[in-house]
């Protein structure tokens, strides 16, 4: 099991950026296929981005292709997602996972094992 936290949410205008960051503990992080997921108010829980464990291989929805990027960092056992171009309609809780196991389908919520408790991410028009 590992311990995750994010950070670096807040509120931004449309077009801004904004870099989330998920800090991990607890467990070892190279083991971990790393996730971000989003929930907007009366939504589901959706898949933004995943980054597999040696951080070459990245995955993305559709809407966020071209303007987020996933990345890792294994020194500082942290997880992060850059947010360009931002629109109203990112706006929603932010959520960090891990998921300990060589494959998976990054794109399905309960493949994780592990969440942290979000980080709020409000964008103006």
């Known amino acids: 099991q590992v311990r995750l936290v994010e950070s670096g949410g807040g509120l931004v205008q449309a077009g801004g950026s904004l870099r989330l960051s998920c800090a991990a503990s607890?467990?070892?992080?190279?083991?971990?296929?790393m996730g971000w997921f989003r929930q907007a108010p009366g939504k589901e829980r959706d898949f933004v981005a995943a980054?597999?464990?040696?951080?070459?291989?990245?995955y993305y929805t559709g809407t966020v292709e071209g303007r987020f990027t996933i990345s890792r960092d294994s020194a500082e056992n942290t997880v992060y997602l850059q947010m360009n171009s931002l629109k109203p309609d990112d706006t929603a809780v932010y959520y960090c996972?891990?998921?300990?196991?060589?494959?998976?389908?990054?794109?399905?919520?309960?493949?994780?094992?592990?969440w942290g408790q979000g980080t709020q991410v409000t964008v103006s028009s």
């Open positions: 996972a891990a998921a300990d196991r060589p494959s998976l389908q990054y794109d399905r919520r309960w493949e994780y094992d592990d």
């Open positions: 607890g467990g070892t992080f190279s083991r971990y296929t």
């Open positions: 980054i597999n464990r040696s951080g070459r291989i990245t």
